[in-house]
């Protein structure tokens, strides 16, 4: 091989490394914001129904508004985040299923829809507490740590769809 050929195969090898790298920096960063469109569209919006629940309970649901409100954000936010990672092919067959099936569960909850506000009964207003319970249990609770610990949230995710009973 001659010194040109030498040269010209140093820096071919040289480029492809740095392709190489570009497209691992890419992939983690887009994991990293796959991962935190799940954190700050659904574990955080739960731990903040939790604490609007308990606000709710303090103050004899004055406003149960708030809790139908931020559930429909949840559920809003599990629809974004799923399918963000669906389409993009980032998110496992296995966790897009504990997502659907938090989905389901937690539509089972009165929730606002476009134009139109819930109205929560005594019986609604038992299941919603209950369903604070369930997600104090899980970890999603207030004056709790939360961690942005993937497989920490599915665990968690999965937990609270299992303790959810579908009708």
């Given at each position: 091989?001659?010194k040109?050929?030498?040269?010209?195969?140093?820096?071919?090898?040289?480029?492809?490394?740095?392709?190489?790298?570009?497209?691992?920096?890419?992939?983690?960063?887009?994991?990293?914001?796959?991962?935190?469109?799940?954190?700050?569209?659904v574990?955080?919006?739960?731990?903040?129904?939790?604490?609007?629940?308990?606000?709710?309970?303090k103050?004899?649901?004055?406003?149960?508004?708030?809790v139908?409100t931020?559930?429909?954000?949840?559920?809003?936010?599990?629809d974004?985040?799923?399918?963000?990672?669906?389409h993009?092919g980032?998110?496992?067959k296995d966790?897009?299923?504990?997502?659907?099936?938090?989905?389901m569960?937690?539509r089972?909850?009165p929730?606002?829809?476009?134009?139109?506000?819930s109205?929560?009964?005594?019986?609604?207003?038992?299941?919603?507490?209950?369903?604070?319970l369930?997600?104090?249990?899980?970890?999603f609770?207030?004056?709790m740590?939360?961690?942005?610990?993937?497989?920490?949230?599915?665990?968690?995710?999965?937990?609270l769809?299992?303790?959810?009973?579908?009708?």
């Amino acid at each position: 091989m001659s010194k040109k050929q030498k040269n010209i195969f140093v820096i071919s090898v040289l480029v492809n490394v740095f392709l190489v790298v570009c497209l691992v920096i890419g992939y983690l960063r887009i994991s990293s914001a796959h991962k935190e469109l799940f954190y700050s569209e659904v574990q955080y919006k739960l731990v903040e129904l939790d604490g609007l629940i308990e606000h709710q309970k303090k103050n004899d649901w004055s406003e149960p508004k708030l809790v139908t409100t931020q559930l429909s954000d949840v559920l809003n936010g599990i629809d974004a985040a799923t399918n963000n990672g669906k389409h993009s092919g980032w998110l496992s067959k296995d966790d897009q299923m504990v997502m659907e099936h938090l989905d389901m569960a937690l539509r089972q909850y009165p929730h606002d829809e476009l134009y139109k506000f819930s109205v929560l009964t005594k019986s609604n207003k038992d299941e919603f507490e209950e369903l604070q319970l369930k997600l104090k249990k899980v970890g999603f609770g207030m004056n709790m740590t939360i961690s942005n610990d993937w497989k920490s949230f599915i665990t968690k995710s999965e937990k609270l769809s299992s303790l959810i009973e579908v009708k």
